[in-house]
């Protein structure tokens, strides 16, 4: 299948600022692919470019075979959901929906039976005739994600469109969201730092650091096989520790022994284990492609649905996760306990070199 | 805050004794236009409203009004249509020497008008544009157009430029763009600038003195030189009417403008 949007070599520069490197990346039709990335990575700048709503210094925008670099936005035919929802403040909602629509010259029978149908998708049918600022932050975000969907765009690109709303009212968006786009098969872009949201909702992800892209891949391939230990570090929690890898392919942590994935070394190199991998028990677990040590517990923090504990394996410290159980509080500190876990979750990329 | 007490007391004994020091001089020729002296002076030693009638029979008085509103018209709508593009240009494009464009069209601001009133009759001598209607124009564009600048680059500044941008995403045209979403949006601040400008050119006294002749004169001017020969209520009686004019104005304008953010604007 030809890819629908595709950034080729795109770049942007502000000044001596490189806010977006040779970003190279195809999307198919109807995916839903998320910038993923700390804050100033170049995600916002990305999908202007995209929209634009700003120039790229350098590359090329090919939608469905056209190269769209030179147009303006307004004949790109894309929907963009912003940020802050920027919807007409002068303008009610009804209004809001049917401006793109007058644009496109759409007759007016026929644009109120889409605005009827959009508001419907987004079950704001009884504030057709309310201005935005009657609405709340969550009703404002769906009248956006309206208004850009009524025209019916090739690609919708939607940045950071869930930031503003409270932890209940952004998941319900967020899988809102996938549903439509799902359903009317768009292609879209979905930028976040969140990197839940992005693991939740995307069929593929573009993780970014300091505008370059450092892996792309399904939200498995992300999680479980993160190209690089920035890309594991930034999406879940990790734990790090150094060690080093030895000619026979072990890996020497301090007094310990343990096996590992990946390639990495010879020679001093960087182990990341997710703290929900690793099993605190008794050592029934020990046995081939397992890895087992014993700790001594250092801290021990209750966080509702989950349970905390810090434990000293010779020179590294490592942070278990376990989900907590009424009537058995864990381990407290000092006690020593058994940890083990698989070697496929002991994530091994070499060590960074000292700048 | 709210609390009731002396020192609140106080406070707002001190804003009306500085209202009262600010606009004591103005309130003071309400009761002398009502006087039956021929000569101003406190206290009057009857009332009458013969000052009101005799502003009737002043037909240099009339004409100069006349010519104020004709004026202060033509360079309000001037101003805007000379002031609104380049506000536009300026905060919304991104050109080099922007920033000094801007200090330069502002600059009039900063100027003693007196200086600017000695530049411009030097200029339009050589002209012959004194007492003309286009030197008048001319000067008092230069007097307000930074006004109006201001205004409407503050009244920009304020206007998120990303509803602009969701308009042109959504296939608007930048013609389009600006009638739909960014006149709509700044017409609070147009308001407020056509205010500005046409009670500035309205109230103008020092440069429009180097400028005016005898064939064209303005209220202000026309008032100014009748105090230096006469020294009767008359000119009370005007003043009255003067303040009341821009104080309706003003409320008017409060009126269009408040009314216009409670319709839109605010918030969001
Ligand atoms: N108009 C601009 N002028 C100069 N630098 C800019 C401009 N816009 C963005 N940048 C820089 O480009 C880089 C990328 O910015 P961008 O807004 O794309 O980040 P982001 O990934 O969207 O971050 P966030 O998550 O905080 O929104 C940053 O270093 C930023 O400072
Ligand atoms: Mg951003």
Redesign the interface.
Known sequence: MAPHLELHALEKRFGATRAVQALTLAVGKGELIGLLGPSGCGKTTTLRMI???MPASAGRIVVAGRDVTAL?????????V?Q?Y?????MDVAQNLS??LE??KIPAAERAARVTRALAMVRLEAFARR???ELSGGQQQRVALA??LV?EPSILLLDEPLSNLDANLREEMRNEIRDIQQRLGITAVFVTHDQSEALAICDRIAVMRLGVLEQLGTPFEIYERPANEFVAGFVGRVNRAPAERLADGRLRLGELLVQGSGTAGPGPVTLMIRPHRIRLGDGALEGPGWNSATGTVTRRTFVGDLLSIEVTVGPATLLVEQHSFAGAPGPAPGDAVQLAWRAEDTLVFPARVPA | MISAGPGRFFFHLLVVALFLFLLGPVLLVFPISFSADSFIGWPPSGWSVKWYVAMLDQPTLGEALRNSLILAGIVTALALAIALPAAVALSRGSFPGRDAIMALLTAPLLLPTIVLGLALLIIFVTQGMIGSWPGLILAHLLLTVPYALRVLTTALGTLPASVEEAAASLGAPPLSVFFRVTLPLMAPGLVAAAAIVFLVSFDEVVITLFIVGPQLNTLPVALFRYVESRTDPLVAAVSVLMVLFTLLLVVVLERAIGLRKAIGGKGG
């Open positions: 929209g634009g709503l303006p936005p307004h004949q790109r035919d894309m929907g963009i912003f802050n920027a919807l007409f403040p002068h401006f793109g644009m496109r201005k935005p600022r208004r850009a025209i």
